[in-house]
């Protein structure tokens, strides 16, 4: 097929939906479908369904070159190393990290097939971008099949302190994969501080200045890339006279609140939500005789499912849901309208359209779209953006947002509470402000 541009990815950026395949949601697809369209662009990733070998095929203008993942395959490799021992490690180990050597020689076996796949379809001088902590040592494999390809690869989550990446058994393994690209680019400034510190430590690798690294002999380029938004897209959507109508139906539908509160959020144990609803909670024993005038919506979008940590953070979300809304709810009102589901992006948009406060508290995240795309959405210039400093977001988002450490409950509560009394002036600077960089550093800038 000779792709003169091959994404390699765990998942394919399409799913089969009503008989057809359509484009997933979510915001790796959205930054790097427009990308490929532009070029002769192939896409390496999980078809979706386990035990199912697919033949390539075309959509949306890019060749879809599916890779097989068995049931055992999904269970060590996905479920196993990426989501119990990666996803935690790399997020400051919020929740214990699980490391098991059956995971480890998963993620071997399923990362080398993923870079053999690559080696099929790419131009002999094409580039692979490879995306993500499923695939770290993907960049080695792909070297040794296709030695010419130039490679990137790409990390949408934080990479950890040393102190923390050392606990991997496997370390030295993951670092040579990785810097086994021509480019490694991550969220921010810190994790490519922190993979050059390991690249320093566990491989003998030396700084060369401007941001490249020699490690045995290569130089390896190790880059500060944010990743951005289709910001026209949300605007479009967001000024479209449906989304408007809907999104005034939305509040009179909630009962017409003084100020509508909102998160969104894979149901994940790094996002915060439910230290987000002990600040509400706090927020709501504070002011119990008025706490009408505020509605808080909580999308929760499922996740991970089998995952056993995932399991006890819904229990613990919806526990808590039912204990506050058990407590102040009164007749025709409820403090907390909590969505356990994926919505329409239409519909999506509609609640970032008639929030007055996005809450986006994760405890760490690579960057966090949704805080984007909320900014994007407001087109009346008004709504606050509360934000935590742990999100990779608050390293462009600092000056329009409301930064808080989500770890401290009173202080959320509070910032929440001068989110609901700031004025109309500092509400519409802030989101100028916050717009401005939005629209400046989007998915095509990135
Ligand atoms: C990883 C990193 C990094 C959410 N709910 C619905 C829905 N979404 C879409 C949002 C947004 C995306 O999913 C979520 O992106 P985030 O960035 O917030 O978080 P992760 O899923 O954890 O993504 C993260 C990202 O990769 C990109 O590099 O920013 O740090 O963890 O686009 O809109 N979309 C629809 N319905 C929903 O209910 N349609």
């Known amino acids: 097929m000779d792709s003169r541009i091959v994404v390699v990815a765990n998942r394919l ?19 790097l479908v427009p990308i490929l369209n532009e070029r ?4 390496v990733g999980w078809g979706g369904v386990a035990g199912e070998t697919m033949e390539p095929f075309g959509h949306d203008g890019i060749d879809q070159i599916p890779v097989a993942l068995s049931e055992e395959d999904l269970e060590d490799f996905y479920f196993g190393f990426c989501n119990g021992t990666l996803w935690p490690l790399y997020h400051d180990a919020v929740v214990t990290p699980d490391f098991h050597r059956h995971w480890w020689r998963a993620y071997e076996r399923v990362n080398r097939r993923y870079a053999e796949a690559v080696a099929e379809v790419i131009d002999p001088d094409g ?27 790409y990390l949408h989550i934080p990479f950890p302190p040393v102190e923390l990446f050392s606990r991997l058994p496997w370390r030295t393994d993951i670092l040579r994969g990785l810097a086994s690209a021509d480019v490694v680019a991550f969220q921010t400034r810190r994790s490519a501080e922190n993979f050059i510190r390991c690249v320093r430590r566990y491989l003998g690798g030396v700084p060369q200045g401007q941001g490249t690294i020699d490690v045995g002999g290569r130089l390896v380029r190790v880059q500060r890339a944010p990743i951005g938004i289709d910001v026209d897209e949300f605007h479009q959507l967001a000024a479209s006279p449906e989304i408007q109508a809907k999104a005034a139906r939305l509040r009179e539908d909630l009962g017409k609140p003084d100020k509508l509160i909102l998160g969104v959020d894979r149901l994940d144990y790094t996002k915060g939500i439910d ?3 002990k600040a509400v909670d706090t927020l709501l024993a504070w002011s119990a005789e008025h706490a009408d005038r ?7 979008v499922p996740t991970r499912e089998s995952v056993p940590a995932y399991q006890e953070l819904r229990e613990r979300v919806e526990g808590m849901v039912g204990r506050i809304n058990g407590e102040y709810a009164r007749p025709g009102w409820s403090p907390i309208h909590y969505l356990h589901r994926s919505l329409p992006l239409e519909d999506l948009v509609t609640y970032y359209v008639a929030a007055d406060i996005m809450l986006v508290t994760p405890l760490r995240d690579g960057m ?19 934000l935590s400093e742990f999100a990779g977001a608050a390293g462009q988002l600092h000056n329009g947002a409301l930064l808080v450490n989500p770890f401290d409950i009173q202080g959320l509560a509070d910032t929440i509470h001068s989110a609901l009394t700031m004025k109309s002036e500092e509400r519409l ?9 939005v629209a400046r550093q989007n998915v095509f800038w990135w």
């Open 13 to 31: 950026p399409v799913r089969w939906a009503d008989d057809r395949w359509e484009t997933s949601p979510g915001g790796l697809v959205r930054a």
């Open 40 to 43: 002769r662009g192939a896409w």
């Open 127 to 153: 580039i692979a971008w490879v995306q993500d902590y499923q695939l770290q040592l993907a960049p080695q494999y792909i070297r040794d099949l296709a030695p010419r390809t130039k490679i990137g690869f």
């Open 275 to 277: 230290v987000r609803l």
């Open 294 to 300: 505020y509605e808080f919506v909580q999308v929760a």
């Open 368 to 386: 966090n779209l949704v805080a984007k795309e909320y900014v994007a959405s407001r087109i009346d210039h008004d709504g606050v953006l509360i």
């Open 429 to 437: 600077a802030r989101m100028r402000k916050l717009r401005r960089c």
